[in-house]
Protein backbone atom coordinates (compact mmCIF):
# COMPACT_ATOMS: atom_id res chain seq x y z
CA UNK A 1 0.00 0.00 0.00
CA UNK A 2 1.89 3.56 -1.39
CA UNK A 3 0.72 6.12 1.19
CA UNK A 4 0.73 9.90 0.76
CA UNK A 5 0.43 12.10 3.23
CA UNK A 6 -1.27 15.76 1.37
CA UNK A 7 -2.08 18.00 3.69
CA UNK A 8 -2.96 22.18 3.41
CA UNK A 9 -1.40 24.75 6.38
CA UNK A 10 -1.17 28.43 7.16
CA UNK A 11 2.20 30.02 8.61
CA UNK A 12 2.31 33.54 9.60
CA UNK A 13 -0.06 35.25 12.50
CA UNK A 14 -2.78 32.62 14.17
CA UNK A 15 -4.72 33.11 17.02
CA UNK A 16 -3.43 30.49 19.84
CA UNK A 17 -6.19 30.64 22.53
CA UNK A 18 -4.87 33.27 24.96
CA UNK A 19 -3.06 35.18 22.25
CA UNK A 20 -2.17 36.22 18.49
CA UNK A 21 1.52 34.90 17.38
CA UNK A 22 3.37 34.72 14.24
CA UNK A 23 4.34 30.91 13.62
CA UNK A 24 6.95 29.87 10.84
CA UNK A 25 4.92 26.21 10.32
CA UNK A 26 1.15 26.08 10.82
CA UNK A 27 0.14 23.58 12.66
CA UNK A 28 -1.45 20.93 10.04
CA UNK A 29 2.07 21.15 8.68
CA UNK A 30 3.25 20.45 11.92
CA UNK A 31 1.50 17.04 12.63
CA UNK A 32 1.99 16.07 9.06
CA UNK A 33 5.71 16.31 9.97
CA UNK A 34 5.03 14.12 13.06
CA UNK A 35 2.95 11.72 11.24
CA UNK A 36 5.45 11.04 8.33
CA UNK A 37 7.68 10.37 11.08
CA UNK A 38 5.66 7.57 11.75
CA UNK A 39 4.45 6.18 8.88
CA UNK A 40 7.11 6.98 6.83
CA UNK A 41 5.11 8.23 4.22
CA UNK A 42 5.75 10.71 0.97
CA UNK A 43 4.58 14.37 1.86
CA UNK A 44 2.81 16.85 -0.46
CA UNK A 45 1.75 20.47 0.58
CA UNK A 46 -1.04 22.22 -1.47
CA UNK A 47 -0.44 25.49 -1.63
CA UNK A 48 -2.61 27.99 -3.54
CA UNK A 49 -0.93 30.48 -5.99
CA UNK A 50 -2.57 33.73 -3.90
CA UNK A 51 -2.01 32.67 -0.28
CA UNK A 52 -4.18 34.26 2.42
CA UNK A 53 -2.88 37.26 4.39
CA UNK A 54 0.05 36.75 6.71
CA UNK A 55 -2.60 38.73 9.50
CA UNK A 56 -5.31 36.68 11.19
CA UNK A 57 -8.26 39.26 10.49
CA UNK A 58 -7.38 39.75 6.81
CA UNK A 59 -6.82 36.43 6.48
CA UNK A 60 -10.42 35.66 8.15
CA UNK A 61 -12.25 37.65 5.72
CA UNK A 62 -10.46 36.39 2.30
CA UNK A 63 -11.24 32.87 3.62
CA UNK A 64 -14.82 33.22 4.74
CA UNK A 65 -15.04 35.47 0.71
CA UNK A 66 -13.88 32.11 -0.66
CA UNK A 67 -16.60 29.78 1.44
CA UNK A 68 -18.99 32.10 0.51
CA UNK A 69 -18.44 32.42 -3.00
CA UNK A 70 -17.75 28.11 -3.32
CA UNK A 71 -14.34 29.27 -4.70
CA UNK A 72 -11.53 26.92 -6.01
CA UNK A 73 -8.54 28.89 -5.41
CA UNK A 74 -5.64 27.67 -7.82
CA UNK A 75 -2.55 25.46 -6.86
CA UNK A 76 0.83 26.24 -7.16
CA UNK A 77 1.50 22.28 -7.86
CA UNK A 78 0.39 18.98 -8.24
CA UNK A 79 1.79 15.93 -6.90
CA UNK A 80 3.71 13.45 -9.05
CA UNK A 81 2.33 9.83 -9.61
CA UNK A 82 -1.06 10.35 -7.42
CA UNK A 83 -2.86 7.17 -9.08
CA UNK A 84 -0.47 5.35 -7.62
CA UNK A 85 -0.90 6.16 -3.78
CA UNK A 86 -3.57 3.99 -2.76
CA UNK A 87 -3.69 5.40 0.97
CA UNK A 88 -4.13 9.37 1.43
CA UNK A 89 -3.66 10.87 4.64
CA UNK A 90 -5.70 14.08 4.04
CA UNK A 91 -5.27 17.08 6.33
CA UNK A 92 -5.97 20.44 6.61
CA UNK A 93 -7.44 23.31 9.46
CA UNK A 94 -11.05 23.40 10.28
CA UNK A 95 -12.65 26.54 8.74
CA UNK A 96 -15.84 27.09 9.83
CA UNK A 97 -16.70 23.13 10.51
CA UNK A 98 -15.15 22.52 6.57
CA UNK A 99 -11.79 22.18 4.92
CA UNK A 100 -10.08 25.55 3.33
CA UNK A 101 -11.74 25.80 -0.35
CA UNK A 102 -7.88 24.84 -2.07
CA UNK A 103 -8.16 21.46 -0.78
CA UNK A 104 -11.60 21.33 -2.20
CA UNK A 105 -9.41 22.25 -5.46
CA UNK A 106 -7.00 19.28 -4.44
CA UNK A 107 -9.84 16.94 -4.12
CA UNK A 108 -11.90 17.71 -7.43
CA UNK A 109 -8.84 17.09 -9.54
CA UNK A 110 -8.18 13.28 -9.33
CA UNK A 111 -10.56 10.04 -9.15
CA UNK A 112 -10.76 8.17 -5.84
CA UNK A 113 -12.23 4.92 -6.89
CA UNK A 114 -10.98 2.28 -3.71
CA UNK A 115 -8.38 4.58 -2.11
CA UNK A 116 -8.45 5.26 1.52
CA UNK A 117 -8.92 8.31 2.89
CA UNK A 118 -7.92 9.24 6.87
CA UNK A 119 -8.51 12.50 7.59
CA UNK A 120 -7.10 14.63 10.38
CA UNK A 121 -7.92 18.60 10.89
CA UNK A 122 -6.13 20.85 13.56
CA UNK A 123 -8.88 23.28 15.08
CA UNK A 124 -9.45 25.74 17.55
CA UNK A 125 -12.13 24.06 19.64
CA UNK A 126 -15.15 22.64 17.12
CA UNK A 127 -12.86 19.35 16.24
CA UNK A 128 -13.10 17.93 12.27
CA UNK A 129 -16.58 19.88 11.88
CA UNK A 130 -18.54 18.71 9.28
CA UNK A 131 -15.44 17.83 6.80
CA UNK A 132 -16.14 14.06 7.17
CA UNK A 133 -19.29 14.23 5.23
CA UNK A 134 -18.06 17.20 3.14
CA UNK A 135 -15.11 15.06 1.74
CA UNK A 136 -17.72 12.41 0.69
CA UNK A 137 -18.52 14.16 -2.95
CA UNK A 138 -15.44 15.33 -4.37
CA UNK A 139 -13.69 11.93 -2.64
CA UNK A 140 -16.53 9.85 -4.77
CA UNK A 141 -15.40 5.81 -3.94
CA UNK A 142 -13.01 6.29 -1.96
CA UNK A 143 -13.52 4.72 1.51
CA UNK A 144 -13.13 7.60 4.86
CA UNK A 145 -11.92 6.21 7.42
CA UNK A 146 -11.71 7.23 11.08
CA UNK A 147 -10.46 11.08 11.06
CA UNK A 148 -8.08 12.37 13.98
CA UNK A 149 -8.99 15.88 15.31
CA UNK A 150 -6.00 18.06 17.20
CA UNK A 151 -6.68 21.19 18.80
CA UNK A 152 -3.90 23.72 17.09
CA UNK A 153 -2.89 25.35 20.02
CA UNK A 154 -2.00 22.19 21.71
CA UNK A 155 0.26 21.38 18.49
CA UNK A 156 2.49 23.93 19.91
CA UNK A 157 2.50 23.81 23.85
CA UNK A 158 1.95 19.49 24.65
CA UNK A 159 3.57 18.61 21.62
CA UNK A 160 5.01 15.02 23.17
CA UNK A 161 1.12 14.53 24.17
CA UNK A 162 0.17 15.24 20.14
CA UNK A 163 2.35 13.01 18.69
CA UNK A 164 1.38 10.35 20.90
CA UNK A 165 -2.92 11.17 20.00
CA UNK A 166 -1.55 10.74 16.21
CA UNK A 167 1.06 7.54 16.91
CA UNK A 168 -2.81 5.79 18.02
CA UNK A 169 -4.90 7.06 15.35
CA UNK A 170 -2.05 6.59 12.40
CA UNK A 171 -0.65 2.70 14.16
CA UNK A 172 -3.76 1.59 16.16
CA UNK A 173 -6.76 3.21 14.22
CA UNK A 174 -7.60 4.37 17.93
C1 LIG B 1 -10.04 31.26 8.18
C2 LIG B 1 -10.07 30.47 9.44
C3 LIG B 1 -11.25 29.86 9.86
C4 LIG B 1 -11.26 29.06 11.02
N1 LIG B 1 -12.44 28.46 11.41
C5 LIG B 1 -12.43 27.63 12.50
C6 LIG B 1 -13.62 26.94 12.91
O1 LIG B 1 -14.69 27.09 12.33
N2 LIG B 1 -13.54 26.12 13.98
C7 LIG B 1 -12.39 25.92 14.67
O2 LIG B 1 -12.39 25.17 15.62
N3 LIG B 1 -11.25 26.58 14.31
C8 LIG B 1 -11.24 27.42 13.25
N4 LIG B 1 -10.08 28.06 12.87
C9 LIG B 1 -8.84 27.79 13.62
C10 LIG B 1 -7.94 26.81 12.87
O3 LIG B 1 -8.64 25.65 12.47
C11 LIG B 1 -6.74 26.40 13.74
O4 LIG B 1 -6.05 27.50 14.21
C12 LIG B 1 -5.81 25.47 12.95
O5 LIG B 1 -4.95 24.79 13.84
C13 LIG B 1 -4.98 26.23 11.92
O6 LIG B 1 -4.16 25.32 11.24
P1 LIG B 1 -2.84 25.75 10.46
O7 LIG B 1 -1.93 26.42 11.46
O8 LIG B 1 -2.29 24.45 9.97
O9 LIG B 1 -3.25 26.64 9.34
C14 LIG B 1 -10.07 28.89 11.77
C15 LIG B 1 -8.89 29.54 11.35
C16 LIG B 1 -8.88 30.32 10.22
C17 LIG B 1 -7.61 30.99 9.79
Not at 56 to 69: F, G, R, S, V
Not at 77 to 104: H, K, Q, R, S
Not at 160 to 171: G, H, S
Amino acid sequence: MAKLIVYYSRADENYFGDSMRYVEEGNTAKVARMLSEIIGADTFEIKQKTPYAKDYETCIKEAMADLQNNARPELVEWPENFEDYDEIYLGFPNYWGTMPMAVYTFLEKYTWLRKRVYPFATHQGSGLGHSLKDLRKPCRGAMIMKGLAVKGENVDKFPENVKLEVERWALYGE
